[in-house]
C-alpha cells in the first residue's frame, strides 16, 4: 500500500507520516517514508535517523535529473529514471536511511538561493512512486510539501489512497474540499486526518467536514509539541495514531 499525506503547511503531515510509520513497522511491516517535501529539514528527525543524499543526488543532481527526464525509459514507466520497476530493498542503499525497519528516502532538497525551483523533484517523486512495487507486507508513506503543487505535478498517480491532514483552520477546511474534488477526479480514496482537535474542536470541524472521511482525531500532546520543539525523535505511541493504522489495513485488505 501507498499512502501519501497531504495537507496545509504546519498542519502536521510529517508527525502524522512518521508516527504512522512507527506504528506500522512495530506491526511487522516494512516501511518506506518518502520524503518529497523538497523545502523541508523535520522529518527525518522525527524519525530518529540523519538525512541521506537524495534520490536527486542518486541520479547526478539536477542536471542528471533533468537529462534523465528527456529520454524514455528502458523497462520502467515514464521518463528514464527507472530501467525496471524497484522494489523498496532496491532503492540504492547509499540514499537511504534506515532504523527500527523504516527506511528514509529523500527525494529532493533545496539548498541554495536561485538553485531553480522544485519541477524536477515533483517529475521525480512522480516516477519513484510508478515504478515502485510495494509487496503484502509493505507500506510506503510519502510525505508531501504544503498545498497542492504535487497535485498538479501527479505525484498521487501512484498511490492507493491520499490523507489529508487538517488542523482546525478555515484554511484545512477550504483546502479539504479541493482535496476532495481533485481526489474524486483522479479516483482515489481521500481521508481526513484532524490533528491538535479536542472534541470540542472535532465537532467545530465536522460541521464543514464530509464525516465519511474522517480517519481518526489526533489530539494536541505535550509530547509531540516537545518533539516538534527540540527537534528529536517521536518516540511514542499515539494511541489515535494506532486506530488510524487499523483504519488503514482494514482498507487495504478490503
Ligand atoms: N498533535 C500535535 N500536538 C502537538 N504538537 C503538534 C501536533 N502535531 C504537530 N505538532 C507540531 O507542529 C509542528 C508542525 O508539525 P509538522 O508535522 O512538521 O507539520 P507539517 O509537516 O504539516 O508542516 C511541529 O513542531 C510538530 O511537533
Ligand atoms: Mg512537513
Not at 520497476?85 to 539548498?111: C, F, Q, S, V, Y
Not at 509493505?138 to 498538479?152: L, S
Not at 479536542?198 to 474522517?214: C, H, I, P, Q
Request: net charge negative; hydrophobic share 40%; with cysteine.
Amino acid at each position: 500500500m501507498k499512502v501519501l499525506v497531504c495537507g496545509k503547511g504546519g498542519s502536521g503531515k510529517s508527525t502524522v507520516a512518521a508516527l504512522l510509520a512507527k506504528s506500522m513497522a512495530k506491526r511487522g511491516y516494512r516501511v518506506l517514508v518518502a520524503d518529497s517535501d523538497e523545502s523541508n529539514y523535520g522529518l527525518h528527525r522525527q524519525l530518529g535517523m540523519e538525512l541521506p543524499p537524495t534520490l536527486m543526488d542518486h541520479f547526478g543532481g539536477r542536471r542528471g535529473v533533468k537529462e534523465k527526464m528527456g529520454r524514455p525509459s528502458q523497462g520502467g514507466e515514464g521518463p528514464g529514471f527507472f530501467d525496471g520497476r524497484w522494489t523498496i530493498d532496491e532503492i540504492p542503499p547509499e540514499a537511504t536511511a534506515e532504523k527500527d525497519g523504516i527506511k528514509l528516502l529523500a527525494i529532493g532538497k533545496i539548498h541554495d538561493f536561485g538553485e531553480g525551483c522544485a519541477c524536477p523533484m515533483g517529475s521525480l517523486s512522480r516516477n519513484f512512486l510508478d515504478n515502485l512495487s510495494v509487496g503484502e507486507k509493505e507500506m510506503v508513506i510519502v510525505d508531501t510539501e504544503a498545498g497542492i503543487e504535487h497535485f498538479g505535478r501527479g505525484v498521487e498517480a501512484g498511490c492507493d489512497a491520499i490523507l489529508a491532514v487538517l488542523d482546525p483552520s478555515f484554511e484545512s477546511i477550504l483546502l479539504s474540499k479541493k482535496i476532495a474534488e481533485i481526489s474524486e477526479k483522479i479516483n482515489k480514496p481521500l481521508y481526513f486526518v484532524l490533528n491538535r482537535v479536542d472534541d470540542e474542536r472535532k465537532a467545530a470541524m465536522m460541521e464543514s467536514l464530509d464525516g465519511r472521511r474522517v480517519a481518526a482525531a489526533i489530539p494536541e500532546t505535550e509530547e509531540i509539541f516537545r518533539a516538534g520543539l527540540s527537534g528529536t525523535e517521536l518516540d511514542l505511541i499515539v494511541k489515535e495514531m494506532e486506530g488510524l493504522a487499523d483504519f488503514l489495513l482494514l482498507r487495504k485488505t478490503g
